[in-house]
């Protein structure tokens, strides 16, 4: 990769100076009921730049004891505060006001993300950070908007004195556990505090134990738009005792949570205890399939920015590569190429296009995985190893042409920059393969074949499906998986429905007394 076009990020533009309250703090602390609190235990985790390994900041290691304390402000908050009382449109000026305030101080946000997760900073400035901007003015707008019903109730008998009318109104489910993880938390805050606050719950969020600075500072912004003490909390430390304790608190109506399997897993035991509605947006292993009559070099491209964006941290990734058989040889000559030009080093410079995995247990799961998939057949095209003299957690982009479906690797997330290849004859082939997997997240498909595009993107079973593009989101657009990749959607306005019950109330209408009833 020559430039930054092959991922589509526009023209660089570098940090601006600024105030520096985010970038020069070290330690961090908790929001609970509107106040900057320490664990109680006093007790700290570091963080530390995967870049350089050097620990930039530490966050308080939370226990019990700050999760009751948090849930307990956010339903004091929701029952008795300021907040149950602001009206739609009152709630709709404080979520734009987070939105200007997340822009005004983008730079030093994006900067800090950067320093604590590794990726490059273009991709927290231009692409994370703007997309949790638009996502709260989008919830700003439609904060308004939730509508009840009216019913006609179709009872065959209503005896004197019975008339009766009905409707509907949508209600905050509560106080809401929201759980992000590192990989891009600013953004995954917005898609999960928009619609909750619009719908006038309060939400307690939990950062994850990895890269966790840039959602703590983001609870500053949270002060400044001016929501009420508790209508917001944040807490940090690690899923046990924190993540157990707010997912089965009895307070807790609903709990969002982003992540792997084994904690989804977890989480679902816990929602027993408190019947909390869950929704689980967890991890993918997205088939990228190139048709022969596909433009390959916007194929090409699509397969770059998809799995080598954000060094593969994401859970959209395109892993699973099917290509055509006809056009297979000239696409892994173009996309290998492009691979070994990619640009590793420091996420902060700005030619950068790669940075470094966010996590030590990260690096060693892929070159576990990697080596596994050697030993059953697969070819390493590139990459396959750290990059020489740097050291740290990076690893190179990564392309391993496999034999069959049944290698570990084609079905394993391993959230990192490792592109599993493999061929196809026919389009009812390349179904069967890529529906043959326990996830079900994202699908990429590229033909010129408008019919073959719509009985793909019906056939192929996959929570979002994009033709001829990747990776395109939007806060109007509803995302989320099938099968192992969670159930429930977030964006959109389904998102707000989610987030509200509807309560049926019902009014007896007539002037005549009602009948005794025998």
């Not at 009206?87 to 993300?113: M, Q, S, T």
């Not at 966010?358 to 998939?373: D, F, K, M, S, Y």
Request: with cysteine; charged share 20%; glycine share 10%.
């Amino acid at each position: 990769m020559t430039s930054h076009q092959h991922l589509d990020i526009g023209t660089w533009q570098p940090v601006t100076a600024g105030a520096q309250r985010f970038l020069n703090k070290f330690e961090h602390r908790m929001l609970i009921a509107g106040e900057w609190v320490e664990a109680q235990s006093g007790a700290r985790l570091e963080s530390r730049n995967p870049a350089t390994g050097e620990v930039h900041a530490t966050i308080p290691s939370g226990d019990a004891r700050d999760v009751n304390a948090a849930v307990a402000a956010a339903r004091e908050a929701l029952e008795r505060g300021a907040w149950p009382a602001l009206l739609p449109a009152e709630r709709a000026r404080i979520l734009w006001k987070v939105a200007d305030l997340i822009e005004a101080n983008l730079d030093e946000l994006a900067e800090l993300e950067s320093l604590d997760q590794g990726k490059p900073l273009w991709v927290a400035k231009y692409a994370e950070i703007p997309g949790a901007i638009e996502q709260f003015r989008y919830f700003a707008g439609v904060a308004t908007r939730l509508e009840g019903t009216t019913i006609n109730p179709s009872i065959n008998y209503q005896p004197p004195g019975k008339k009766l009318f009905a409707y509907t109104r949508k209600e905050p489910v509560g106080v809401v556990a929201a759980i992000v993880p590192w990989n891009s938390q600013l953004f995954l805050v917005a898609v999960k505090l928009g619609p909750a606050l619009a719908a006038g719950n309060t939400v307690v969020l939990k950062a994850s134990e990895h890269a966790s600075a840039a959602m703590l500072e983001f609870g500053e912004l949270i002060e400044a738009a001016g929501f009420p003490p508790g209508v917001v909390n944040i807490v940090s430390g690690f899923g046990e005792p924190c993540g157990r304790v707010l997912t089965s608190h009895p307070l807790v109506a609903r709990i969002s949570f982003t992540g792997g399997p084994g904690a989804a897993r977890a989480v679902l035991t816990n929602s027993r205890e408190n019947f909390a509605e869950v929704s689980l947006e967890l991890g993918g292993k997205s088939p990228f399939i190139v048709f022969d009559d596909a433009d390959i070099d916007s194929a090409v491209n699509g397969s770059i920015a998809g799995i080598f964006g954000a060094t593969g941290q994401s859970c959209v990734a395109g892993s699973r590569l099917y290509l055509h058989e006809d056009i297979a040889d000239e696409f892994l000559a173009k996309i290998v190429a492009l691979a070994k030009q990619i640009r590793i080093g420091d996420p902060l410079a700005e030619d950068t296009q790669m940075g470094p995995l966010c996590t030590q247990g990260q690096l060693a799961n892929i070159q576990r995985e990697v080596a596994h998939a050697i030993t059953e057949g697969a070819t390493v095209l590139c990459g396959g190893k750290q990059p020489d003299g740097l050291g740290g957690t990076y690893y190179e982009p990564t392309i391993i042409d496999c034999p069959r479906q049944d290698l570990q690797i084609v079905d394993t997330e391993l959230f990192g920059p490792v592109l599993s290849v493999l061929r196809f004859k026919t389009e009812a082939e390349v179904i069967a393969l890529a529906n043959d997997t326990q996830h079900g997240l994202a699908a990429g498909i590229f033909t010129r074949d408008g019919a073959r595009q719509m009985r793909m993107a019906k056939a192929v079973r996959s929570g979002i499906v994009w033709v001829n593009t990747y990776r395109a989101v939007s806060p109007i657009a509803a995302f989320g998986g099938v099968k192992g990749s969670g159930y429930g959607r977030e964006s959109g306005f389904q998102a707000m429905y989610d987030y509200t019950r509807a309560k049926t109330v019902w009014i007896n209408t007539s002037t005549e007394p009602m009948a005794k009833t025998k």
